[in-house]
């Protein structure tokens, strides 16, 4: 297959590229899978409980990022590959639908965790594949690429051992604990098979589509924020509409606008940049791994525990049972809310170095101070707590702003003129051809 060419109905993508509709409708599926996560995780406020489903989301992110590696690759929504596409879809819907039972095997129905184990299979196996038939024209390539086929078999291995022996062998939390290694050790794999990246042949052909990418599924997991903070119990409809149940909205909408702003005002814009100015493929794709495959499930991550911490809090504030103010956070949901801020803050922190070498000084002083502020939102009510979060979120990221204004000014006008570049080009080409 040439640059730009076709091989039975898969075309090569290229290095001016963007996301497909056909990316942006898998996307869909991240939405219901992030809200699981979250809704499974709501129900089962332990330490163990959140290993447990932040391992999940690790798994889940590792589908994610290898449909993008596919959409850097080809183009998805040319020849065979929708239909390819729609069957991965489906796997990962599969996947998702079986997420709270992915632990515990329940009677009565099928057997959670190895359902979740066949779809997780059917989501790598059906990436894989495509990797496989792109190379098959260049021996050396296909001989490489089809070991891509081997950690997914591997993880998969693990995770039906881990749904078939240890409750065979174990009780109680001996059991637990066996399943969760297997996890772990299925995860290990999969990321650890990333560090081969040198060796593939794989390279970002597309900046601009990477960067993009990754930036529409932190718009999905901020959007799973807000969805977090509205959903509650069925019984919430008939509850009056209260001030302090809007005031909770917006506190929970400007903390997610704070988040926003930190990533998409200038890092975003500049990472892209960066990504764009490297040249040397290899040198290429170990940063846009570094970067965005690893640094950016901790972004994800620490959007779901805010959401998290967010959790039904509009609804206690039309409870007219709750007080004006609401109750103290429990300690999980305080630590949830606030931690997930702090993750979040501290990936944009490691991102600025590595990709702008930009220090974040602002950004380090407001993590350190929402760690001196929990114990302090802990003995508040659950509203002077949000209120709390949104106003050192704000100062943090306000603060960093100001700090960044030479180089955001750079960044931004570099941005603007490509844009308009485009759109000249684009308009150009169809006044000639439309």
Not at 59 to 85: K, M, S
Not at 231 to 246: D, I, K, Q, R, Y
Not at 406 to 414: F, K, N, P, W
Request: one cysteine or more; a positive charge.
């Amino acid at each position: 297959m040439g640059e730009g060419g076709e091989l039975r109905g898969v075309q090569r993508s290229a290095p001016g590229s963007r996301a497909t509709r056909l990316e942006l409708f898998y996307d869909l599926i991240f939405v219901f899978a992030f809200l699981n996560v979250t809704t499974v995780t709501a129900g089962n406020p332990t330490g163990r409980g959140l290993v447990q489903y932040l391992v999940v989301l690790a798994l889940l992110w590792w589908c994610w990022t290898g449909f993008a590696v596919l959409g850097n690759l080809v183009r998805t929504d040319q020849g065979i590959v929708p239909l390819v596409g729609f069957a991965t879809m489906a796997a990962a819907f599969v996947l998702a639908l079986s997420l709270p039972k992915a632990f515990v095997d329940r009677p009565g129905g099928l057997s959670g965790p190895l359902v979740f184990a066949a779809g997780y299979f059917l989501v790598r196996i059906s990436e894989t594949s495509i990797f496989i038939w792109a190379g098959r024209r260049n021996r050396d390539l296909r001989r490489r690429w089809r070991l891509f086929a081997l950690p997914p078999l591997l993880a998969t291995s693990l995770l039906v051992v881990a749904a078939l022996l240890p409750q065979r062998l174990f009780d109680g939390t001996a059991e637990g604990v066996t399943r969760l290694a297997f996890w772990l050790a299925a995860l290990a794999v999969e990321y650890a098979a990333g560090f081969t990246v040198r060796g593939t042949g794989w390279t970002v052909l597309s900046a601009g589509h990477w960067a993009e990418r990754h930036g529409q599924i932190v718009l999905v997991a901020l959007g799973e924020a807000i969805i977090a903070l509205g959903f509650a119990p069925s019984g919430s409809a008939a509850l009056p509409l209260t001030w302090p149940a809007l005031i909770a909205a917006v506190l929970g909408v400007a903390v997610a606008a704070a988040l926003w702003w930190a990533y998409f005002d200038t890092l975003a814009l500049g990472m892209e940049q960066t990504l764009h100015r490297t040249r040397d493929p290899a040198t290429r794709a170990a940063l846009a791994r570094d970067a965005y495959t690893y640094l950016h499930l901790p972004v994800i991550a620490g959007v779901i525990l805010f959401a998290l911490g967010l959790k039904g809090l509009i609804h206690e504030g039309a409870d007219v049972s709750t007080p004006s103010w609401g109750v103290p956070l429990p300690s999980f949901d305080l630590l949830a809310l606030y931690g997930g801020v702090a993750l979040y803050l501290l990936t944009l922190i490691v991102l600025g170095r590595k990709m702008l070498a930009a220090p974040r000084w602002p950004t380090i002083g407001g993590i350190l101070l929402l760690l001196v502020l929990v114990p302090v939102a802990g003995s508040l009510p659950e509203l002077s707590a949000l209120t709390m979060l949104a106003v050192a979120t704000w100062l943090a990221v306000g603060a960093q702003t100001i700090v960044d204004a030479q180089r955001r000014r750079g960044v931004r006008e570099v941005a603007l003129a490509e844009q308009l570049a485009v759109e000249e080009d684009q308009t150009r080409w169809r006044g000639h051809h439309l």
